[in-house]
Structures are given as C-alpha cells and as structure tokens.
C-alpha cells in the first residue's frame, strides 16, 4: 500500500506539478537539491518512511553534458543506479523520469518502448545508462519518458513565447525538428494512474501529436489571436548548439493506453488547458 511518497528534484517544473496532483490522494514531500542530493548516497536514509520515491532530478542541460561529463554520468546514471539499489533493499516502488533523447531521431515514425536506442549525445547516453542501472538493480520501478514539458510552477516555453509575443518581439524557431509537446499534469496523472494499477517497466508518456516549435509557436499564437509579434521559421542548420540533437523523437503511447485503457490528449488540447489556467 503506498501512502507516502517523496519527490526527488522538488522545485523543478515536473516536480511541481507531481505535488499538486498527488497531494490530494496522498502524502507527498518534495525534497529539492539542497535538502537530498541524490548522488550522496548517505543521505537516502531520509528516505525510510516513504513507501515510494519519484524521481525527477537530472542534469538537464543538454550542452553542458558534452562538457561535464563526468557530472551527466553522476547525476543521470550512477545515482539512479544507487537509488534502485537502495529502493530494492528497502521495498520501496522507485519511479524515475527519463527523455525521448534516447533515441537518434533517424526513425520514419514513432518510436515505441521496446525499440533500440542509439542516443546523439552525452545527455542522452547518460540517461539511457540510468534507465540500464535501475532495471539491473530492480524490478519494481516505472520508467517514463517525457518530452518537451511545459507546466504552471516555472519559466516555459509557452510562457516565454507569448511574453515575447506581447511585447512585439520576433521570434526565430526551428521548424524541422519534431517531438510531442507535453502538458506537466498529463504525465502526473498518468504516472498516478500507472502506480494505482501496479504499472511496471518502461512507459511514454506525452500528448499526442508531433510538431515542431514553429507550428506550436504559430498555433498558439493563432489561438490566443495576438496581433504584435512574429513568428520565423530557421532550419536546425541554423541553430547553433555545442551538442547534437536528434531530428525526429516523436513517442508513441500505444502501451500506455492499452495498460490502463486510458488515451492521452493531443497537445493542442492540453495548450488550451494550460493557457485557460493562466491567463
């Protein structure tokens, strides 16, 4: 029976929304870096009394992992590694967030769970080597791959977009680089409803439908019929990152739907949700 649950990466944009979902059924704590850091195996003991951990906490920054390797591999492998450890000794469900950065992008269509990953870059290698060392260290863990989050509780890119859109600025997003726009409260709810009926292994979890930042940039735009402001497409070429990024990494949530019997939105309709609560 899980009553108690604690948060890993408390103060993030998941995080947050994993607390607001979660508190009304349960007793959640969120720990953030500096109250648990997850690659001090010493401190898991304040873990005890928890009956599950959700593990949000990563080294996120994608150029900074080519860079700072030996932290990627720290933070995104060898503590998730040590936490399932810790979690299978203990009996506790680990639950661990991971990326579609997993996978190359060579695909022509969406990729499944079970299908081979060949990440691009350090950030991607390191996680996929986090997802390896939990699996190895336990069999009761849930491993979601998310995409492209946005949420209330930090900084977006929806956000940001429609203040730069306000105040009449232009914008240049790319428009040949796809993925699955995802709404912080569809995988919460989701992560809630595959904890409930005993999910294990390895899920999606994103909003259906697959874009670029241009075509969501242009939607939303459209949608809340901002007049200042514009909106220009550049190509990947043009864009200037210290690490590569994989084209295509659109998810496929086929076997979430037929585990929980559950489909997700698409995300235009999770945009509307979300910009409805903030405005």
Known sequence: MINKIAILGGGGLLAYSIEKVFEKKYDVFPFSHYELDITDRDSFYMLDDYDAVINTA???????????????????????????????????????????????????????????????????????????????????????????????????????????????????LVSDKWGNPTYTDTVSRALMKLMEIGGTGIYHVVNEGCTTRYDMAVYIKKMLDIKSGKIVPVSKENVKYHAVRPIYTCLSTKKYTEVTGEKLKDWREVIKDYINGIL
Request: hydrophobic share 30%; charged share 35%; glycine share 8%.
């Open 58 to 172: 990563a080294f996120k920054d994608v150029d900074k992992c080519e860079s700072e390797q030996d932290k990627a591999f720290k933070v995104n492998a060898d503590a998730p590694g040590e936490l399932a450890g810790y979690c299978k000794r203990k009996d506790k469900l680990l639950v661990h967030i991971s990326t579609d950065y997993v996978f190359d992008g060579n695909k022509d269509g969406k990729y499944g769970e079970d299908e081979e990953t060949n990440p691009v870059n350090i950030y991607g290698e390191s996680k996929i080597e986090g997802e390896k060392r939990i699996i190895s260290e336990t069999d009761k863990s849930i491993i979601i791959r998310v995409a492209w989050l946005f949420g209330k509780g930090k900084l977006n890119f929806v956000d940001q977009l429609i203040r730069e859109l306000l105040n009449d600025k232009t914008i240049r």
